[in-house]
């Protein structure tokens, strides 16, 4: 049974940092992406960034330039470098994996960003 387990989650201030990792357990066969969203309180859930692969990225617009994403293939982990963090960041962050014959989901880990 494949499991998603997520860390790095906490309390930060504004302009802080923090790093999330998410490492996958079991056999995933077939990965296309690993990625992270998030979900705020009365929101709904976003796309954060996703890598794929070949290491192609995508961001969402509102963390360009202060987010990075990264992957470890060989050991199914997905990481999320979060820098300039502001409030409007706080939320449960979500991992994910795409894979061809299924979709991955984390528990989820919460980033309040305050101070």
């Known amino acids: 049974q494949v499991q998603l387990v997520e860390s790095g989650g906490g309390l930060v201030q504004p302009g802080g940092s923090l790093r999330l990792s998410c490492a996958a357990s079991g056999s995933i066969f077939g990965i296309r992406a690993m990625g992270w969203y998030r979900q705020a309180p009365g929101k709904q859930r976003e796309l954060v960034a996703f890598?794929?692969?070949?290491?192609?990225?995508r961001y969402a617009d509102s963390v360009k330039g202060r987010f990075t994403i990264s992957s470890d293939n060989a050991k199914n982990t997905v990481y999320l470098q979060m820098n300039s963090l502001k409030p409007e960041d706080t939320a449960v962050y979500y991992c994910?994996?795409?894979?061809?014959?299924?979709?991955?989901w984390g528990q989820g880990t919460q980033v309040t960003v305050s101070s």
């Open positions: 994910n994996i795409d894979s061809t014959w299924s979709e991955y």
């Open positions: 890598i794929t692969r070949s290491d192609s990225t």
